[in-house]
């Protein structure tokens, strides 16, 4: 197997993956809304015996929604990765190949030089 035809692989395999996450993040989505009604609905004072516990309860959701946010980021950080390789190796063997589809301008993943 070719260089160009393993970087094709990587990019389909890369693009299959996005698909997923598309579908992952879309069914997300509509759970996300039902647990927004939800607490909205029953998040109320009048459901807590004191301001604490109700502090706690919200406190318990943000970190979970944060933890969603920070996996969400680290999973987009390495598809845009698996990308980066692909466009570097490509450009340094001066081919046209997959960094004729972005323009001579680069592709900018938009994390900056990471690593």
Do not use: P, Y
């Amino acid at each position: 197997m070719s260089r160009e035809q393993s970087f094709m692989r990587v990019l389909d395999a890369s693009a299959k993956l996005q698909w997923n996450v598309a579908m992952i993040l879309e069914a997300k989505a509509v759970e996300s809304e039902k647990v927004r009604n939800w607490l909205c609905n029953h998040m109320t004072s009048q459901a807590f015996t004191s301001q604490q516990e109700q502090l706690k309860g919200s406190m318990d959701v943000h970190d979970q929604l944060i933890e969603v946010i920070e996996g969400l980021t680290k999973l987009g950080q390495g598809m845009s990765s698996v990308l980066k390789v692909v466009l570097q190796q490509d450009s340094e063997s001066g081919g046209d190949g997959v960094d004729g589809m972005f323009g001579s301008g680069g592709f900018d993943t938009g994390f900056g030089d990471k690593g």
